[in-house]
């Protein structure tokens, strides 16, 4: 655990394409999304499912993931959007960061949910295998 706790961190965290900033932590979630889908996708073949219906569900539980984080983050963050100095427009600006892990946990687990009953499969066993 100390050789981890020794890795320092980047000195940067966006990079420029072009006009484009690559923020590192969005590069990190997109990181977590693909290895999610893949072993996810072993798991619930390993258990008898067929092929392709974690992507189906990723499809749904993502961007309900992210509408949810972004909910949690202004609703945790109200005086930045909705204050004296607030601009509410702002709370639609997602590329500016502000994401909460509850409230993508909690949307996003909407979003397997009608994932999982269009592909014809429960929720609990698919939960189990991901």
Not at 7 to 20: A, E, T
Not at 28 to 45: D, F, N, P, S, Y
Not at 47 to 55: F, M, Q
């Amino acid at each position: 655990m100390s050789l981890l706790a020794g890795i320092p961190s980047p000195d940067q965290g966006v990079w420029y394409l072009g006009p484009v900033p690559i923020r590192a932590y969005a590069l990190a979630i997109l990181l977590g999304i693909v290895v999610a889908v893949w072993v996810g996708e072993r798991r619930w073949r390993a258990r008898g499912g067929e092929p392709g219906v974690v992507t189906d569900v990723a499809v749904w539980a993502v961007p309900f993931g992210v509408v949810g984080g972004r909910l949690y983050h202004v609703v945790s963050s109200p005086d930045a959007y909705f204050g004296p100095d607030g601009d509410p427009l702002a709370a639609l600006a997602i590329w500016r960061g502000g994401l909460g892990i509850w409230g993508a946990i909690a949307l996003g687990a909407v979003g397997a949910w009608i994932g999982t009953r269009r592909a014809g499969v429960r929720l609990p066993a698919f939960a189990d295998a991901v």
